[in-house]
């Protein structure tokens, strides 16, 4: 069964400093790896996929994620954060010939002035 | 492309009635999956189609039902309403592997 863990419920970072948010997943084959974030009683925003290839993936809103199987890891970052980057972010799992998605809990990202 | 589309984005319902959701899919897209987002469960799937024909099932009581239809548009009802059914309601559009969500649908069950 596949799985998503997001160790960090909640993280403060200050605006200008930069991000890192932990994902880690189970799944049997190469799986097809999300990152979304939501804002409040908003619904999820793709940020960027992966599915194979390089495995350094550039999305929208100037985040990118790295995929290291050996680490089973699809961790997100930015550079630098602005303060509209206060939201949650889901970390998903899912397969080329199923489309179910797990989710992980979420990590809920604050942003300090 | 419009992108997909919820509708009622609110609901009020007292328990033990029944609620419909509408979904559009995203232009194209023949799949579309149902999750159930919660503060205490999180996001959880509840059931995909593709092409009129349910493909997977989460785990969730019999009360929860969808269908498609021949334009993808797909409906999900809920019947004998729980206060545990409150939720955000998210439709989930899928073309290859792209997946994007609708804005949701609110439900209050009281």
């Known amino acids: 069964a596949q799985s998503v863990t997001q160790p960090d419920i909640h993280i403060t970072v200050s605006e200008g400093a930069s991000l890192e948010l932990r994902c880690n997943y189970s799944y049997g084959a190469t799986p097809y790896l999300f990152w979304y974030v939501q804002s409040p009683g908003q619904g999820l925003q793709l940020l960027l996929k992966?599915?194979?290839?390089?495995?350094l993936v550039q999305g929208i809103k100037g985040f990118e994620a790295e995929f290291k199987r050996s680490q089973s890891s699809f961790n997100l970052r930015k550079p630098s954060v602005h303060w509209s980057d206060a939201a949650e972010y889901f970390c998903a799992v899912g397969a080329s010939d199923d489309y179910k998605l797990s989710f992980g809990a979420g990590t809920t990202v604050t942003v300090r002035a | 492309k419009a992108g997909v589309t919820q509708t009622p984005r609110y609901l009020i319902k007292t328990r033990g009635q029944q609620v419909t959701l509408s979904c559009s899919p995203i232009s194209g897209h023949r799949s579309v999956s149902w999750y159930q987002q919660t503060p205490g469960q999180g996001l959880q799937f509840l059931f995909e189609y593709f092409s009129e024909t349910q493909r997977n099932k989460g785990n969730f009581p019999g009360r929860f039902s969808g269908r498609q239809f021949s334009n993808s548009r797909s409906e999900m009802n809920v019947s004998t309403l729980e206060l545990g059914d409150s939720a955000l309601y998210l439709c989930?559009?899928?073309?290859?592997?792209?997946?994007?969500f609708g804005q949701g649908t609110r439900l209050t069950v009281v």
């Open positions: 989930a559009s899928r073309d290859s592997a792209w997946t994007f």
């Open positions: 992966y599915f194979s290839g390089d495995t």
